[in-house]
């Protein structure tokens, strides 16, 4: 077996941090290879060392020089090499990295070095070697993930275990490029995908996903099981344990994930698995996650559905401007736009406008401060009264529903409430699938 195991920021926050993410590697020979992000924050207000670095490259471009937020990021980096008591020079390093970032000018170059140094130095401490990202993880010109990542792999599987930094990778131009932001989980789930692993474990500072977000529901229940599926469309609304991407490399291979807490190792954490391996666990609801601040744009017009190409022309006028849409509900005579409320920060009036000359409906309104909640879960679909129930909870808490949207997957409904019942709607949902253990 072979388990690639990636340690989020506060896992890899300080010396005492270190050691106890040895002590998990050691507890298991199978874990071979670990991905690690830069350090993060050690408390409240802390500074978190990719914070530190992207300020950095505005120092230099500002000055020519590292000045003072590099100085943070030594500092960090020397007090953790002392923290573990190991004789390494991290100065020359931490020398030669600036001289590095002052010549290269780039901000993805800049940004990826806290997990460069910090792989260097715990592979230091770890006694195990350090394996680049730049000789693996291969991007496109266009920025995607190059095949032959995944053939360059064969260097990580050469060693019996080693340490590897995540969130960057090299561009087809020779230079690092990064993911986007939180995207160590990415470079593990590629470095997870790449080595054959059958396992993934992301391990963070919380011990998984929990069934609602605990700053709107005291103490949520814990989700023990999860699909791809059900995971995909909880991080996207907004339950962000782990990087909405990284589950993409994974589920190419079907390679199961788990989330464990570093702080709580002996917690099982929530695990991931294809939608084939999912076995249904008797809850109608897997989890409950939403996003406040939409738009709804509705539109009706008479016979619409018998009317060629009207999705079309309203699509087109999207386009033009740039705007993607979240979802579009829509009926027999009536169609709904359901957008960002960001994305049309100041061309509202103007996207309506063309709208109203493309396909001249009946009438048009404007919904603003539409909040969005997902109910998502396979059991829904096994599940008859599922709808009933969701929407009796609704109204039960005396929230109007502004809209509703269920895929054809049936694996979440998707309600809109006006912001200001956001959390309400959320409580009272929860209170009905999960307030009672039968449910
Ligand atoms: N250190 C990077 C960030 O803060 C990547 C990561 O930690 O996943 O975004």
Same mark, same amino acid.
């Given at each position: 077996m072979i388990k690639v195991c990636k340690f989020g920021g506060t896992s890899m926050a300080d010396g005492i941090n270190f050691r106890?993410?040895?002590?998990?590697?050691?507890?298991?020979?199978?874990?071979?290879?670990?991905?690690?992000?830069?350090?993060?924050?050690?408390?409240?207000?802390?500074?978190?060392?990719?914070?530190?670095?992207?300020?950095?490259?505005?120092?230099?471009?500002?000055?020519?020089? /590292?000045?003072?937020?590099?100085?943070?990021?030594?500092?960090?980096?020397?007090?953790?090499?002392?923290?573990?008591?190991?004789?390494?020079?991290?100065?020359?390093?931490?020398?030669?990295?600036?001289?590095?970032?002052?010549?290269?000018?780039?901000?993805?170059?800049?940004?990826?070095?806290?997990?460069?140094? /910090?792989?260097?130095?715990?592979?230091?401490?770890?006694?195990?070697?350090?394996?680049?990202?730049?000789?693996?993880?291969?991007?496109?010109?266009?920025?995607?993930?190059?095949?032959?990542?995944?053939?360059?792999?064969?260097?990580?599987?050469?060693?019996?275990?080693?340490?590897?930094?995540?969130?960057?990778?090299?561009?087809?131009?020779?230079?690092?490029?990064?993911?986007?932001?939180?995207?160590?989980?990415?470079?593990?789930?590629?470095?997870?995908?790449?080595?054959?692993?059958?396992?993934?474990?992301?391990?963070?500072?919380?011990?998984?996903?929990?069934?609602?977000?605990?700053?709107?529901?005291?103490?949520?229940?814990?989700?023990?099981?999860?699909?791809y599926r059900e995971l995909r469309e909880l991080s996207y609304m907004g339950a962000n344990v782990l990087h909405s991407e990284s589950i993409f490399p994974v589920r190419e291979a079907d390679i199961p994930v788990r989330i464990k807490n570093t702080f709580r190792p002996e917690d099982e954490g929530t695990l991931i698995v294809p939608v084939s391996r999912y076995r249904y666990g008797g809850r109608a609801v897997t989890g409950i996650a939403g996003k406040k601040n939409f738009t709804v744009i509705l539109l009706e017009k008479a016979m619409m559905n018998a009317e060629m190409g009207f999705t079309y022309r309203v699509l087109e006028v999207l386009y033009r401007h740039k705007i993607s849409f979240e979802h579009i509900p829509s009926g027999i005579d009536t169609m709904s736009l359901v957008i960002d409320s960001e994305e049309l920060g100041g061309v509202l009036d103007e996207v309506c406008g063309e709208i109203r000359a493309a396909v001249q409906p009946d009438s048009m309104r404007v919904f603003n401060d539409i909040a969005l909640i997902a109910v998502v879960g396979h059991g829904m679909s096994r599940t008859i009264g599922i709808s009933a129930r969701l929407f009796d909870a609704i109204a039960r808490a005396g929230v109007n529903v502004r809209m509703i949207d269920q895929g054809s997957s049936e694996i979440d409904i998707i309600v809109g409430v006006e912001n200001a019942q956001y959390e309400r709607t959320i409580r009272a949902v929860y209170e009905e699938f999960f307030g009672n253990p039968e449910s």
């Open positions: 106890r993410v040895a002590g998990i590697l050691a507890s298991d020979p199978e874990r071979r290879y670990a991905v690690v992000s830069a350090p993060g924050k050690r408390y409240g207000g802390d500074n978190k060392v990719t914070d530190l670095l992207y300020e950095t490259h505005a120092e230099v471009e500002r000055t020519g020089r /590292c000045g003072e937020a590099y100085k943070k990021v030594r500092e960090r980096f020397r007090s953790i090499t002392r923290e573990l008591g190991i004789s390494y020079d991290i100065d020359s390093l931490l020398d030669e990295t600036a001289a590095e970032i002052e010549r290269e000018r780039s901000a993805d170059f800049t940004a990826s070095r806290g997990e460069y140094l /910090c792989g260097k130095l715990f592979s230091a401490f770890l006694g195990v070697p350090f394996i680049d990202a730049r000789e693996v993880i291969k991007f496109t010109p266009e920025g995607k993930l190059d095949g032959r990542t995944f053939t360059l792999a064969s260097r990580v599987l050469k060693e019996e275990r080693a340490v590897f930094p995540g969130f960057y990778g090299e561009g087809a131009d020779g230079k690092v490029k990064t993911f986007s932001r939180g995207g160590s989980d990415i470079s593990g789930a590629v470095l997870a995908r790449a080595v054959g692993a059958d396992l993934y474990e992301n391990w963070t500072d919380v011990s998984g996903f929990l069934a609602a977000d605990p700053r709107v529901v005291a103490s949520p229940a814990r989700i023990g099981v999860l699909s």
